[in-house]
């Protein structure tokens, strides 16, 4: 029963630096420019607060665990997911383009 508290607790911290990992670098900024008196659109505070959540299955698990972000943290991961595999293309390019010569 130990290993199994001690595995939700790991996961649990997982789960939170993923979360930390994927929120927003702006946020806060854009937090204290809203505080400020920096005026945002209804439009674009609905976009930045409203929740989507979906089930998604926990590798090892057949579990799915409902996980909460709003569009735009769903923006950021997508972009930065773009970008690492750009980053990754671009290696494997110059890899192969050093062995060909």
């Known amino acids: ?14 789960a939170v630096m993923q979360l ?8 806060a900024a854009e937090g204290a420019a809203s505080a400020a ?12 607060s409203k929740l989507i959540c ?3 299955r926990v590798i090892g698990s057949n579990i799915p665990k409902r996980v909460c972000r709003t569009q735009a943290q ?4 997508r972009t930065a997911a773009q970008e690492q595999m750009k980053d ?3 290696q494997i390019g110059r890899q192969t383009g050093a062995e060909g010569g």
């Open 88 to 90: 990754v293309n671009s």
């Open 37 to 48: 008196g920096t005026p945002q659109s209804a439009a674009q505070s609905a976009y930045n």
């Open 1 to 14: 029963m130990t290993n199994y508290h001690s595995l939700t607790k790991v996961l649990c911290l997982v």
């Open 20 to 27: 930390l990992a994927a929120w927003p670098a702006g946020g």
């Open 74 to 77: 769903i923006d950021a991961e």
């Open 54 to 56: 979906k089930s998604e």
